[in-house]
């Protein structure tokens, strides 16, 4: 099976602009799920879509949303982008039906560069 | 708040060095409990995972963690480490409550740098 895809793999933004990061989950998962990694915060979690309908949420402000298709596929988008949003932006899938004891497989991860 | 702490930031070793690595949880329900490695230019893998049933698990690559629930601790362990297990290793916790989610919380990591 292939794994995690995440587009693009790189993006150079500057403060204002909104970016739009997707993110392809293994096939059959049904869960995607959106963290952000920075050397300051390290990894936190962003929020989950499971069916079309995002299933948990962590404390990032509301600049930060997403969505999810009826093929599973991920968007996340950032508007009006700030210096501190620069980080690495990692996609997990899972198959989202086993609550909590499932394994999530990341992918390689969208670098974004606010300047 | 949840949160996990790993108290070592950096480690160094010599090949052939044990290995253990410290993981805290605060969270007094359930929890299923998971190791990640990130090695060099590489995505997040699972190493190792603890759901319910024998506290002690064994993962890939010789890695073995033991959930202890008493010091709500899930600590990474490896006899002997070799060159290629330089990588940063972070834990992670889902505090599920029962609930249908995959929200992990994870460590801040842990750089390991064996030396040959």
């Known amino acids: 099976k292939a794994g995690v895809t995440q587009t693009p793999r790189y993006l150079i933004k500057t403060r204002g602009q909104q970016v739009t990061l997707s993110c392809s989950p293994i096939s059959g998962h049904r869960s995607v799920s959106w963290y952000q990694q920075t050397p300051g915060q390290g990894l936190q979690f962003l929020f989950e879509?499971?069916?079309?309908?995002?299933?948990n949420k962590g404390n990032f402000p509301g600049r930060f949303s997403g969505r999810q298709f009826s093929n599973s596929r991920s968007e996340m988008n950032v508007s009006t982008l700030e210096l501190g949003d620069s980080a690495l932006y990692l996609c997990?899938?899972?198959?989202?039906?086993?609550?909590?004891?499932?394994?999530?497989?990341f992918g390689p991860g969208t670098r974004l560069l606010v300047l | 708040a949840q949160s996990v702490s790993q108290h070592n930031h950096h480690v160094i070793l010599s090949e052939a060095a044990s290995l253990e690595l410290g993981c805290n949880y605060s969270?007094?329900?359930?929890?299923?409990l998971f190791w990640y490695v990130q090695y060099p230019g590489q995505h997040l893998q699972l190493l190792l995972k603890?759901?319910?049933?024998?506290?002690l698990v064994k993962g890939i690559k010789g890695f073995e963690a033991e959930f202890i629930k008493s010091k709500f601790s899930f600590n990474l362990r490896k006899p002997s480490v070799q060159w290629s297990d330089t990588a940063e290793y972070f834990c992670a916790v889902n505090a599920h409550s029962g609930g249908a989610t995959n929200k992990l919380i994870f460590g801040t990591g842990t750089l390991l740098a064996v030396q040959p």
């Open positions: 879509y499971f069916s079309e309908t995002q299933r």
């Open positions: 603890y759901f319910s049933g024998d506290p």
């Open positions: 997990a899938s899972s198959g989202g039906t086993s609550g909590g004891q499932e394994t999530q497989y």
């Open positions: 969270y007094g329900g359930t929890v299923n």
